[in-house]
């Protein structure tokens, strides 16, 4: 028997689309972006967490200037309702694959038990 696995993986993702955590997601984000102001400070902390990352990955430090710089962006998002909820549903985003996550990587974990 021949498994495409991608198929399964395609229905996956059509799957996820239709989860309460996803809508939940999608919920927030759209409201997120109905204030201007607070989606471009959202950006701005989204774009330095990934500059603060890549530099990371590639063996640097952050600079004092880039650490105050992203530490005074995340007090003003700690502030914002509509980006905290955002995050919070992120977070079960995050919780639900990981638990997908876990089953896909089972026969991996058990071949390695022994």
């Given at each position: ?21 996803f ?17 471009k ?18 063996g640097?430090q ?13 007090d003003?998002?700690?502030d ?35």
């Open positions: 028997m021949v498994v495409n696995i991608y198929d399964t993986a395609n229905q996956m993702e059509r799957d996820l689309r239709g989860t309460q955590e809508k939940a997601l999608e919920e927030a984000y759209a409201e997120l972006k109905k204030d201007d102001e607070t989606f400070l959202f950006r701005q902390f989204q774009n330095l967490q990934m500059q603060l990352q890549q530099k990371q990955y590639s640097q952050p600079t004092d200037d880039e650490i105050k710089e992203i530490q005074g962006v995340a003003k998002v700690r914002v309702k509509s980006i905290q909820n955002l995050m919070e549903k992120e977070r079960g985003i995050d919780e639900l694959l990981s638990g997908i996550n876990n089953v896909i990587t089972k026969p991996i974990q058990e071949l390695y038990k022994d």
